[in-house]
């Protein structure tokens, strides 16, 4: 789960969510630089990359960003790099 949002804010957070022998596993991964909602991601080779979102409950377009967290590494931190890529569409 990365980021997220309720009626009032949008979120930094990040969990790794596993399901283990009938038990589920919530582990706590580094926060994301700033709070993102509805955003697209996907693991590749155990890096996880986001992109897009929203910043805020009042954003009314899609992040220009593309976040990426190297589950690999023993210090892992988020590095982004934004992309001017045409007019964000939607959320993501």
Known sequence: MIGGANQTQHFRNVYFISY??????????????HPLANSCGVIIDNIVYVA??????????????????????????????RFHRGRAKGAC
């Not at 283990?20 to 630089?33: G, I, R, T, V, Y």
């Not at 409950?57 to 982004?80: C, M, T, V, Y």
């Open 20 to 33: 283990n022998k009938e038990q589920l596993l919530l582990d706590s991964l580094p926060s994301l630089p």
């Open 52 to 81: 897009g979102g929203l910043s805020s409950p009042a954003a009314s377009s899609a992040e220009h960003i593309f976040w990426k967290l190297d589950l690999n590494q023993p210090r892992r931190n988020w590095f982004g790099q």
